[in-house]
């Protein structure tokens, strides 16, 4: 089993920043990768981002690329998620998530086994 915890979230002024926090416990080590996720009311889940085992390989959707950056510290076993230059249409829950995947699948809901209970991030205009 794997926990999930995030943290971070909160409401700010467009072109504000926020850093999301995913801190796992548990049995990590069959997972490869861990990933964000959000939802906004009446649209479905989205990937924003993933990060692979040793960071070196990074994935972001193209509505955030430039903006966000996902990084992790191995010792701390937490990902985070750094969003700069935020915009009203990033309001949303944030969830991460973490599974085995591979590149080409890394923004696919399947491919992630355990889920966080996720945090709000308002991005007011």
């Known amino acids: 089993q794997v926990q999930l915890v995030e943290s971070g979230g909160g409401s700010v002024q467009a072109g504000g920043s926020l850093r999301l926090s995913c801190a796992a416990s548990g049995n990590t080590d069959k997972n490869n990768c861990v990933g964000w996720f959000r939802e906004a009311p009446g649209k479905e889940r989205e990937g924003v981002a993933a990060i692979f085992t040793g960071g070196v390989s990074r994935y972001y959707a193209d509505s955030v690329k430039g903006r966000f950056t996902i990084s992790q510290d191995s010792a701390k076993n937490t990902v985070y998620l750094q969003m700069d230059a935020l915009k009203p249409e990033d309001s949303a829950m944030y969830y991460c998530?973490?599974?085995?995947?591979?590149?080409?699948?890394?923004?696919?809901?399947?491919?992630?086994?355990?889920w966080g209970q996720g945090t709000q991030v308002t991005v007011s205009s």
């Open positions: 998530a973490t599974g085995w995947a591979v590149p080409r699948t890394w923004n696919r809901r399947y491919v992630y086994d355990y």
